[in-house]
């Protein structure tokens, strides 16, 4: 049956708030209804609020929840029940180009999160949860591609010769060559320190994947390849954590939530470079969006 666009919006009036349609033997709502006021969403995407400060993200009446756990948060939303094969780590850009104190000295508040971070990875991977590598690697088309703001923001001196792709020397007090900027396969591209080995060895063994990307969000326009991934994998809720913060995870975070994703952004495996102001900025929304947690609070929730 055809309708008018203006038929439509007559039918959607009269249905109101209690519009609502059953697949198999489950009815979903939008917006809740007076017969369940707790279930927000649709059959492919809801959560159900258990209690005034539980929130369900398993979307267990889809597909049953075979484990499950309760993770505290420090925002508005007090507590999640998550799913863990439905879930996920992202870690953005813990890279040597943001980290390495030769390349970016005052990175002193991400290079303190790194420990948090492997405490984080290691602990999900025993959760059977996946970590998700999602970093700047640049191939040439990207370069082709890539807008002047960029370009003109990530060159030291605002010209195209130290912009990504050009070769950044030797690493200063080091003899590493430091190889062309935010390219992928470059030794700046790869992720920080310790974690640089805890990667190839969960991406070797399967517990982790890695992503390049190529703006601040990892999940921006029609489709990247993290969020390919994510939508094949059936994967609902993404837990946040990298450099910087209000940048490129902010961009990431945010793109997630536009898209449906639930998100938790975990406060002490995050930092930025950018004065406080941008942190308390990225708390205060990342409350309104989504939820807020510590490695602390999940890791003992987890184990
Ligand atoms: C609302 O729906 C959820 C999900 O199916 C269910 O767990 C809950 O018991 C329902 N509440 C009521 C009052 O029916
Ligand atoms: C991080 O962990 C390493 C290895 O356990 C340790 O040597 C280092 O002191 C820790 N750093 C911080 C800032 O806690
Ligand atoms: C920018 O820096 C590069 C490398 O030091 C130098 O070759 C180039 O001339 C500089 N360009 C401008 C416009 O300052
Ligand atoms: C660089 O390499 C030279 C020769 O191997 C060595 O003498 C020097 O100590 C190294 N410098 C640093 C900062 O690692
Ligand atoms: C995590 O959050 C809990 C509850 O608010 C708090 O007590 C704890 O100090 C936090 N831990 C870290 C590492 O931020």
């Not at 492919?44 to 267990?60: G, I, K």
């Not at 605002?158 to 062309?180: C, E, R, W, Y």
């Not at 490695?295 to 929730?301: C, K």
């Amino acid at each position: 049956m055809q309708f008018s666009h203006f038929t439509l919006i007559l039918l959607v009036s009269a249905l109101g708030a209690e519009a609502q349609f059953t697949e198999g033997t489950y009815t979903a709502v939008v917006g809740g209804t007076s017969s369940n006021l707790s279930l927000l969403g649709n059959y492919y995407n809801y959560w159900v609020q258990a209690t005034s400060s539980l929130w369900d993200l398993t979307r267990s009446a889809r597909e049953p929840s075979p484990t499950t756990y309760t993770i505290p948060c420090n925002g508005a939303r007090k507590s999640i029940v998550i799913e863990p094969t439905r879930s996920a780590l992202v870690i953005i850009d813990m890279q040597n180009f943001f980290l390495h104190p030769g390349l970016t000295p005052k990175a002193t508040a991400g290079r303190g999160v790194v420990n948090a971070t492997v405490n984080m990875i290691q602990g999900f991977r025993r959760a059977g949860v996946k970590v998700l590598w999602t970093n700047w690697g640049l191939d040439n088309y990207d370069l082709l591609t890539m807008p002047p703001a960029f370009l003109d923001g990530f060159s030291n001196n605002h010209s195209s010769t130290t912009t990504f792709g050009t070769d950044m020397g030797v690493v200063p007090g080091t003899n590493i060559s430091a190889g062309l900027k935010l390219m992928r396969g470059s030794w700046n591209a790869r992720p920080y320190g310790p974690l640089y080995d805890l990667q190839v060895e969960g991406v070797k063994s399967g517990t982790d994947l890695y992503f390049n990307k190529n703006r601040l969000s990892g999940l921006w326009g029609a489709q990247t390849p993290l969020g390919l991934w994510l939508q094949e994998n059936e994967i609902t809720t993404l837990f946040f954590g990298g450099v910087n913060a209000d940048q490129c995870v902010w961009g990431t975070f945010l793109d997630a939530y536009y898209k449906g994703f639930d998100v938790v952004y975990v406060e002490d495996i995050s930092a930025t470079t950018s004065p406080y102001y941008a942190t308390q900025m990225v708390t205060y929304n990342a409350n309104l969006d989504g939820f807020l947690s510590n490695s602390t609070q999940i890791l003992s929730a987890i184990k």
